[in-house]
């Protein structure tokens, strides 16, 4: 099944990851409209197509799951979605050219599960490295709306818009939802003082484990369909939106971390378990060793990951990084750059 022969182009694209999702929750269905601070950080999803000449291949469409060590053939059309569901549904939906013949490589450090929007920035990179394929270019903004499109309508799931947006635009983004799923984004642009800083102040955690909630998310997204929009539970998430970007635009690191645990605890008030067993030990320890703020990233539940966000002295940092690890085996500090740029493509010369 595996494509050997030289490729006739090389197309590339990257897309990172989110964190610190302030006011997660609200940019869904059934909240209507939302407000959402996110922050677009590396480790990246990276996408690599390598076009061949149709002639000379057996399958025309060939997916590399790089993570899980799989290769695959796939049906452009109509095929069944036995390995990568995802994957293989995006390649279906961007309906690419007749004579197209490639391999489709994806591979990103984050760990599966992580509760970074690892799956929406996944998708990001390879709907844009696709449509590399067709004349013409979707917006980033485009390329997120598809991106979502594909992991509601075609597959089913309860998905909301801030990852994908995050992964398109990258930065630190605050995003108006004024009616699901439209939205608009503003990137809060701060000088290098303040981007440095916050860069070196934050902290992600891995649980060890991956995200794993669907029933106790089925049971918060029935009250809070059942509660409407005005919700004031929601309201609660919103407000923390607004007080992040504000926070970040006047470098005001405590305002920040203040913003991340308020969203924590809106989170848990929707259901106790969205901040779980081995979360709350994270939390304590960063409060022990004096971190301004904690978010739970993502909607909530057993596994997944927290952003932290430190004080002002990097040995403190370090310090508490040492005593997360060393808390229990499975939790584990990874490493995060903030990305100046979304979705980046390019075609190797």
């Known amino acids: 099944m595996s494509i050997e022969r030289k490729p006739q182009r090389i197309i590339h694209s990257v897309a990172p990851i989110r964190i610190c999702d302030n006011g997660g929750w609200t940019d869904t269905w ?10 677009g950080v590396y ?9 061949f000449d149709r002639a000379e291949v057996e399958n025309r469409i060939v997916i590399h799951a790089e993570n899980y060590g799989e290769r695959f053939a796939v049906a452009p059309v109509g095929g069944t979605w036995t390995h990568h569901p995802l994957l293989e549904a ?7 050219p007749d004579d197209a013949a490639f391999e489709l490589t994806i591979y990103c450090d984050a760990p599966a599960g992580c509760s970074t929007g690892t ?3 996944v998708t990001v990179a390879v709907i844009g490295a696709l449509d590399m394929l067709s004349p ?3 917006t980033p903004y485009e390329v997120a709306l598809t991106a979502q499109r594909i992991e509601t309508e075609m597959l089913g799931q309860q998905c909301g818009i801030q990852d994908q947006l995050c992964s398109a635009f990258g930065g630190i983004n605050y995003i108006e939802m004024f009616q699901y799923p439209h939205a608009a984004v ?4 701060v000088n290098n003082n303040i981007w440095w800083e916050l860069e ?6 891995f649980l060890g484990k991956a995200h794993s909630s669907s029933a106790v998310h089925e049971k918060v997204i029935a009250e809070l369909e059942g509660a409407g929009p005005d919700n004031p539970k929601l309201d609660a998430l919103r407000n923390t939106a607004r007080t992040s970007r504000d926070a970040v635009y006047a470098g005001d690191f405590a305002s920040l971390g203040q913003a991340m645990s308020d969203n924590t605890a809106a989170q848990a008030d929707l259901h106790s378990e969205l901040v779980g067993a081995d979360a709350q030990i994270i939390i304590d320890l960063a409060r022990a ?6 978010k739970v990233n993502g909607a909530g539940g057993d596994g997944g990951s927290l952003t932290l966000l430190t004080g002002n002295l990097s040995w403190q940092k370090r310090e508490l990084i040492r005593a997360i690890e060393a808390a229990s085996p499975g939790f584990k500090s990874l490493p995060i750059y903030l990305s100046r740029h979304g979705l980046r493509l390019w075609e190797a010369a």
């Open 289 to 294: 060793h004096g971190a301004l703020g904690w």
């Open 43 to 51: 480790p990246y999803a990276e996408v690599q197509i390598q076009i």
């Open 119 to 121: 799956s929406a920035a």
């Open 30 to 39: 059934f909240a209507e409209h939302g407000t959402i601070f996110n922050i």
């Open 186 to 189: 503003s990137q809060i642009q």
């Open 136 to 138: 013409g270019r979707m």
């Open 90 to 96: 995006a390649v279906e939906y961007m309906t690419v």
């Open 200 to 205: 070196r102040r934050l902290v992600l955690i």
